[in-house]
Structure formats: C-alpha cells, structure tokens
C-alpha cells in the first residue's frame, strides 16, 4: 500500500501571462463585434453577407479567449524559456525610429537605420557597417518601388540628391 501522493498533478498557480493574454483577444472580438454591426446585414438570399466572416472571427477569437483562461489555470501551458529584452528593445526601437524619421528623412535613410537596429537585435553590433548598408539596401528598394513602380514612398534628401 503505497502513502504518497505521487499520482497527483503538482499544484500550479495560474499561468498569468496567459491569463494577460485572454482580454486582449476578448477585446478584439469585442471590437470586431462593434465593427460589424456597423455594417449592413443584409445577406440575400443566403443569408450570407459583409458582416459573416468578421462575426464568424469574432465568435473564433472570444473561443480562444475562453479556452486560454482554462488553460491558464489547468497549467496546460509549457513553461516558457527566460525572455532577453535587450534584442525586442533594439528591434522595437529600430521599428520607433523609422516611423519618426520617415517624413523627415526619407524611406532609405529610416529604413537603413531600422535594418541596423534590426540586426543590432540578432547580435550584430557593428553600426558603423550596417547603418551604411541598410541605408545601401534601403535605396536600391526605394529605387525599385518609387522610380520603377512609380509607387509613392517617402522621399528625403539621399532620395532629392540622385532623383
């Protein structure tokens, strides 16, 4: 006759990550939700119209919603690896600039300093080389998509000098 309770599932408190993670997803049915009855219902003779797809989504996500705060507190989530903030800082920062410096500096030289704060993210710390090359890279895309497509993207004054 055994004693212990080594049959039993260890005790765990709330994964609260999760727990975080069900009322974003819950409001954006929500706002998905409000959204669609905005939008005329009138599906014909199907039943079927605009607003289907987005309710059908709406009623997904609030299922995700309530399936992740069960999970949440069932600990069926894995434990999760220790999250380095220094390469999401980088990134995001890199993501923070460009969209300041897009009106006033250009497409190539926003988005060659995104590209270096990118891969100052993945461990390339070398600025002195990669802002050049996004810059580099960022042109050539410019040229592309503005000159060639004829697409209209932000120029500054590296794009002014040659076109």
């Not at 009138?42 to 999970?71: D, H, K, M, N, R």
């Not at 060659?112 to 100052?120: D, E, S, V």
């Not at 050539?140 to 076109?163: C, D, K, N, T």
Request: glycine share 10%; aromatic share 12%; proline share 6%.
């Amino acid at each position: 006759m055994t004693t212990g309770n080594h049959n039993h599932k260890h005790a765990r408190r709330p994964d609260w990550a999760a727990l975080a993670v069900a009322p974003v997803l819950a409001a954006i049915a929500a706002v998905i939700f409000f959204d669609v009855n905005r939008l005329e219902s009138s599906g014909g003779y199907s039943g079927i119209g605009p607003a289907t797809v987005p309710e059908v989504i709406a009623f997904c996500l609030v299922g995700l919603a309530i399936w992740t705060v069960v999970a949440a507190f069932r600990g069926d989530f894995p434990e999760r690896e220790h999250q380095e903030i220094s390469p999401i800082a980088w990134i995001v920062g890199g993501l923070a600039a460009q969209m300041m410096l897009l009106t006033t500096a250009g497409f190539s030289i926003a988005t060659g300093i995104l590209f270096a704060m990118t891969a100052a993210g993945f461990g390339k710390r070398k600025l002195w080389f990669s802002i050049p090359a996004g810059i580099a890279l960022a042109f050539v895309v410019w040229i592309a998509f503005a000159q060639l497509l004829q697409l209209s993207l932000p120029a500054g004054p590296l794009e002014r000098l040659f076109f």
